[in-house]
């Protein structure tokens, strides 16, 4: 298709249909996200098939693992990045903003055209930002800045090699500036007066 110009019927809508959780947390995730890109990437794409595999990106990162998570928020920024005609799902005013009750996206629609996510907004990504994973709240939260014709792409090798051990280990050596504690610092030993209370 690339290199000969062949023609494959429905192509888009069996991508659109073999994109899902375990492709981006398979053992080859990294071939699958290199080539989704390159598929992802010509111009004459029409919007709502880009909307369409943004919101199913973004919905799977909600349900997957931190690394198939980042994965997906990775491809997604990246689309965006690509097509400024998807860009509308994040850029939407506040009045028109879709609630996660009453987001127009069937997820379960095999056909792309028909799933209704230009019509939507990703708001997977607003609650991606503060995932429990380091890494995937550091790449949703990409998406509050705004794109300018200086913004790279993230590379997704690095990103594909994240496994769960890795996380860990990332986690592990991260020196923190304060420790989180889950009581009040006492400000001295004991008290005067609490020490005679009973």
Same mark, same amino acid.
């Given at each position: 298709?690339? =290199?000969?110009?062949?023609?494959y019927p429905?192509?888009?809508?069996k991508?659109?249909?073999l994109?899902t959780? !375990?492709?981006?947390?398979g053992?080859?995730?990294?071939h699958?996200?290199?080539?989704?890109?390159?598929?992802? #990437?010509s111009p004459?794409?029409p919007a709502?098939?880009?909307?369409a595999?943004?919101?199913?990106? #973004?919905?799977?990162?909600?349900?997957?693992p931190?690394?198939a998570?980042?994965?997906?928020?990775?491809?997604?920024?990246?689309l965006l990045?690509?097509h /400024? +005609?998807a *860009?509308t799902? %994040?850029?939407r005013p506040?009045d028109?903003?879709? #609630?996660p !009750? +009453? $987001?127009?996206? $069937?997820? !379960? =629609?095999?056909? /792309? +055209? =028909?799933?209704a996510?230009l019509s #939507?907004?990703?708001? @997977?990504l607003?609650?991606?930002?503060?995932h429990?994973?380091p890494a995937?709240?550091? %790449?949703?939260?990409?998406?509050?800045?705004?794109?300018?014709?200086?913004?790279?792409a993230? $590379?997704?090798?690095? %990103?594909?090699?994240?496994?769960?051990?890795?996380l860990m !280990?990332? @986690?592990a050596? *991260?020196r923190?500036? +304060?420790?989180?504690?889950?009581v009040?610092?006492?400000?001295?030993l004991?008290t005067?007066?609490?020490?005679?209370?009973?």
């Amino acid at each position: 298709m690339h =290199e000969h110009n062949l023609e494959y019927p429905h192509f888009y809508r069996k991508l659109y249909a073999l994109t899902t959780a !375990d492709a981006l947390a398979g053992p080859h995730r990294a071939h699958f996200a290199a080539e989704l890109q390159v598929f992802l #990437s010509s111009p004459a794409l029409p919007a709502y098939l880009l909307a369409a595999f943004a919101k199913r990106l #973004s919905r799977l990162a909600l349900l997957a693992p931190p690394a198939a998570a980042a994965l997906g928020c990775a491809l997604v920024f990246n689309l965006l990045r690509t097509h /400024p +005609a998807a *860009r509308t799902l %994040i850029h939407r005013p506040a009045d028109a903003e879709v #609630s996660p !009750d +009453a $987001d127009p996206y $069937d997820h !379960d =629609e095999p056909e /792309p +055209a =028909e799933c209704a996510a230009l019509s #939507s907004c990703l708001w @997977e990504l607003s609650t991606l930002g503060s995932h429990y994973a380091p890494a995937v709240a550091s %790449i949703a939260n990409l998406f509050a800045k705004p794109y300018t014709p200086t913004t790279a792409a993230l $590379d997704l090798k690095p %990103i594909a090699a994240l496994s769960a051990g890795a996380l860990m !280990d990332l @986690e592990a050596g *991260r020196r923190l500036k +304060a420790v989180p504690v889950g009581v009040k610092r006492p400000r001295a030993l004991y008290t005067p007066a609490a020490a005679f209370a009973e």
